[in-house]
């Protein structure tokens, strides 16, 4: 199981606003910078958000990023149908075990 | 076009030892760290380790260290993920990302997955 834990699913109507949670510790988000990823079905990750509230080229800003302490946040404003996806937050762990890690993702659903 | 295309699906059976590749092109591929990550069916993901092509320099996981090897040919711009000797447990999707255009963990091209079947 990951340290950085995120709700298993989350949904909304269309144009509706969704926030993602991605809850950690000191020694992943509370001292490390969080990334944001979105895979479709069957297809391969996407980066969303960079340094926890950066938005790589291409990116819509309908989606957002926050930190805040031990935990991160990705907003998606106006949500649309194509959003419907699984979302990862991502952050180096300084623990005994230290790497990168994912979270433990969440199922986007538009209604 | 920066691109990341790695090899074909694979059926293997316990036991077995296998190479999966990913080969990059359209940027400087020994500039750019390389990631595999791992997707075990219906799972999430799991980062596995980093090669940096320009010198080789390889950081694993703990989760993955001694599981599998990580290596590159940079003559080739080619990326590799090896095991010696399969389970039915590394049974997955596998992809490659490059990391470091906008912080170093930022993986923002992949490629398009390896699937690894290991079945008796």
């Known amino acids: 199981q990951s340290v950085l834990t995120q709700p298993p699913s989350a949904s909304g109507t269309p144009g509706q606003r969704v926030t993602i949670s991605c809850s950690g510790s000191?020694?992943?988000?509370?001292?490390?910078?969080v990334n944001w990823y979105q895979q479709l079905p069957g297809t391969a990750p996407k980066l969303l958000i960079y340094?926890?509230?950066q938005r790589p080229s291409g990116v819509p800003d309908r989606f957002s990023g926050s930190k805040s302490g031990t935990s991160a946040s990705l907003a998606i404003s106006g949500l649309q149908s194509e959003d419907e996806a699984d979302y990862y937050c991502a952050a180096w762990d300084d623990s005994l075990n230290a790497f990168y890690v994912f979270g433990t993702g969440t199922k986007v659903t538009v209604l | 076009e920066v691109q990341l295309v790695q090899s074909g699906a694979e059926v293997k059976k316990p036991g077995e030892s296998l190479k999966i590749s990913c080969k990059g092109s359209g940027y400087s591929f020994t500039s750019y760290w390389i990631g595999w990550v791992r997707q075990m069916p219906g799972k999430g993901l799991e980062w596995m380790g980093i090669i940096y092509p320009g010198d080789s320099d390889t950081r694993y996981s703990p989760s993955f260290q001694g599981q599998v090897t990580i290596s590159a040919d940079k003559s080739i711009s080619t990326a590799y993920l090896q095991w010696s000797s399969l389970k039915a447990s590394d049974t997955a999707m596998y992809y490659c990302?490059?990391?470091?255009?906008?912080?170093?963990?930022?993986?923002?091209?992949w490629g398009q997955g390896t699937l690894v079947t290991v079945s008796s």
């Open positions: 340094s926890n509230n």
């Open positions: 000191s020694s992943n988000i509370g001292s490390n910078t």
């Open positions: 990302a490059r990391l470091g255009y906008y912080d170093f963990w930022s993986a923002d091209y």
